[in-house]
């Protein structure tokens, strides 16, 4: 029940662009994505409610695909301070449990 | 600035000594989740409060209740810790339950159990 993300961990060079995907089997409604720092708590990036909407956070931004029951959170521009752990969230559909993807380990080098 | 609290940061406890983590929250908050992550997977929902309602996940053990006595503050307790129950514990509230609310978590609770 709980997403998938994929790619598992990835490295890149500062500039560089990454694409991050959240997978489900069950219906998505919303999908919530956060990344945390090692150490510290999950902070929240962005909410993607409708099926094909996209939206934009500086250089990071996301799109749902509803049908394919699929969230990209996408990266441009890559800078040192992306490094961390991105999670998917979403809640579970017909109940009030939220659960977070598996998470996607990001290492930006300089 | 509105925030959630979580106190202490890190606590240390010995195997079967009953701990408390406690979280404070100045948003005016319905919701009030309590997570266990451990290292390098996902926070794993433990329950939460909807106002003074509580809801158990199944899988959560009996060693693991909650107190929430106002809206500002809930309280996870660890009846007799075990050494797999060191993990950050987090701390998140939302305004509602709609999958529209977004969750705002505190710093967390780092427990060891020696």
């Known amino acids: 029940q709980q997403p998938v993300q994929s790619p598992q961990a990835v490295i890149l060079r500062e500039g560089e662009d990454a694409v991050i995907n959240c997978s489900s089997s069950k219906a998505l409604y919303s999908v919530h994505w956060y990344r945390q720092k090692h150490g510290e708590a999950p902070v929240f990036l962005m909410i993607?409610?409708?099926?094909?909407e996209q939206k934009g956070h500086e250089k990071i931004s996301a799109s749902f695909n509803e049908k394919k029951q699929q969230s990209s959170l996408y990266l441009t521009a890559s800078q040192l301070s992306y490094s961390g752990t991105y999670f998917c969230g979403t809640s579970v559909s017909g109940t009030y449990k939220y659960i977070f993807g598996t998470g996607t380990r990001l290492k930006v080098l300089a | 600035d509105a925030m959630v609290i979580q106190n202490p940061r890190y606590q240390v406890t010995q195997f079967g000594k009953p701990v408390t983590l406690s979280c404070s929250q100045t948003?005016?908050?319905?919701?009030m989740y309590w997570y266990q992550q451990k290292s390098s997977q996902a926070p794993k929902l433990l329950f939460h409060?909807?106002?003074?309602?509580?809801?158990n996940e199944a899988d959560t053990p009996d060693n693991f209740q909650s107190r929430r006595p106002n809206t500002s503050f809930c309280f996870l307790d660890i009846r007799s810790p075990g050494l797999g129950d060191a993990a950050m514990y987090l701390c998140?509230?939302?305004?509602?339950?709609?999958?529209?609310?977004?969750?705002?978590f505190g710093p967390g609770t780092r427990l060891t159990v020696l």
């Open positions: 993607l409610l409708k099926g094909g």
């Open positions: 948003l005016n908050h319905n919701v």
């Open positions: 409060y909807y106002d003074k309602d509580f809801n």
């Open positions: 998140a509230t939302s305004r509602g339950l709609a999958n529209t609310d977004t969750q705002y």
